[in-house]
């Protein structure tokens, strides 16, 4: 079985924002296209990534003393350039899928952009591999043997 490339199992087209895209849009893209992470692009270039608990951080905690009005327009005037991280890892659409899990595993990281020629086309996470395996699209070396009381037990050799 051909293995995947990035490009098999990516998402795509990507859902990005600017450097000026506000928070509460931040929040409302993320919340209406059920993504965690947006790239942040400025004229086409990647230069940041916001995930879902970026955006989280950004709020303060439920003990503040201000009222929702002044944290409304507090929250209102905060950047994407503000709550972004600019050390953005990213994979080229052609590698293997195993690169990708690879990648994400070794920075502890649930996805990241994937470009090609140096312009952002899509996004890989954990769940885009998932769908991979499940869908048979990537071959494991699984050993499956039966157990007491018929229970199987499924095992994969360390890479």
Known sequence: MNQP?????MSSP?????????????????REKNI???????????????????????????ATTLSIF??????????????????????EADAPLVAAASVMLEHKVS???VVQHGEVVGMITESDIFR???AGQVSLPLTATRCTAGQLRITAPIV
């Open 5 to 9: 490339s990035v490009r098999d199992v």
């Open 132 to 134: 991979a395996v499940v």
């Open 70 to 91: 002044e944290l409304s327009y507090l929250l209102d005037k905060v950047t994407a350039e503000e709550i972004m991280r600019s050390d953005v890892l990213t994979i």
């Open 36 to 62: 965690r992470r947006l790239p942040v692009l400025d004229n086409g270039h990647l230069v940041g990534i916001i995930s879902l608990g970026d955006v989280r951080n950004a709020f303060p905690s439920d």
């Open 111 to 113: 996805g990241v952009p």
């Open 14 to 30: 990507v859902v990005s924002v600017t450097r000026q895209t506000r928070l509460p849009m931040i929040k409302h893209l993320l």
